[in-house]
């Protein structure tokens, strides 16, 4: 069994800068997979950016791309997500997810965190 614990969310400016963290209590197998996904009001789910335990291989979606950064430290056991010039359209609550690797670009997600928000505003 694997809990995941996201802070780190807040309120900023456009143009601002966050760091998520995802603290993962429980073992986590190399080939395991975690993500960062963001649910705005009204919207559905998004993957923001994904990067595999066993290496650095990382995807980010294309609002993403060039401005979140997406790390792990193994030994904290933790999932870090940089995010820099924010935008509005970034609002949105941000989950923590983990699961197996199939391999390619396919995760199966089986364990969630609770969520944190981030705000930006105009």
């Known amino acids: 069994q694997v809990q995941l614990v996201e802070s780190g969310g807040g309120s900023v400016q456009a143009g601002g800068s966050l760091r998520l963290s995802c603290a993962a209590f429980?073992?986590?197998?190399?080939?395991?997979?975690m993500a960062w996904f963001r649910q705005a009001p009204g919207k559905e789910r998004e993957g923001v950016a994904r990067i595999y335990i066993g290496g650095d291989f990382t995807y980010y979606a294309d609002s993403v791309k060039g401005r979140f950064t997406i790390s792990q430290d193994n030994a904290k056991n933790t999932l870090y997500l940089q995010m820099n010039s924010l935008k509005p359209e970034d609002t949105a609550m941000y989950y923590c997810?983990?699961?197996?690797?199939?391999?390619?670009?396919?995760?199966?997600?089986?364990?969630w965190g609770q969520g944190t928000q981030v705000t930006v505003s105009s």
């Open positions: 429980g073992y986590i197998p190399s080939n395991y997979c």
């Open positions: 997810a983990a699961g197996v690797s199939y391999g390619g670009d396919l995760c199966g997600y089986n364990y």
